[in-house]
């Protein structure tokens, strides 16, 4: 088999699991609302201006670690979207290993706008 497609299903074998691995079902983050979680729109300044979850930080998730700025207590919920989920999946796995114990991906603007 080519290298080429073995190194592509990994890779996306790898995304995949890192986009499931945090993901949060609507029911779940209300809860998590209710225990005071922060939402963080990881997409640009620029899709951020075009529609948002209300109270929702915008951190795009290249920046991600400026969460630090506003959310000092790294066991506190949160919870990311952003277009698709990707960038939010990447910005969980960040803030993980940063110390944040519960960070969860809501995945893309249009799924997690049910939870407000």
């Avoid at 998730?61 to 207590?73: A, G, M, N, Y």
């Avoid at 949160?78 to 960040?94: D, I, K, N």
């Amino acid at each position: 088999m080519n290298l080429w497609v073995i190194l592509i299903v990994v890779a996306f074998i790898v995304i995949m699991k890192m986009m499931m691995s945090s993901n949060i079902s609507i029911n779940e983050a209300k809860k998590k609302l209710e225990e005071n979680a922060v939402i963080v729109d990881v997409r640009t300044e620029e899709e951020f201006s075009s529609g948002h979850i209300d109270k929702a930080l915008n951190i795009p998730h290249d920046r991600i670690s400026e969460l630090e700025k506003h959310v000092s207590d790294k066991n506190r919920p949160v919870l990311l979207y952003c277009l698709s989920g990707m960038r939010a999946a990447a910005a969980c796995a960040e803030l993980r290993r940063k110390g944040y114990s519960q960070v969860y991906n809501l995945g893309g603007y249009s799924r997690a706008k049910k939870i407000a």
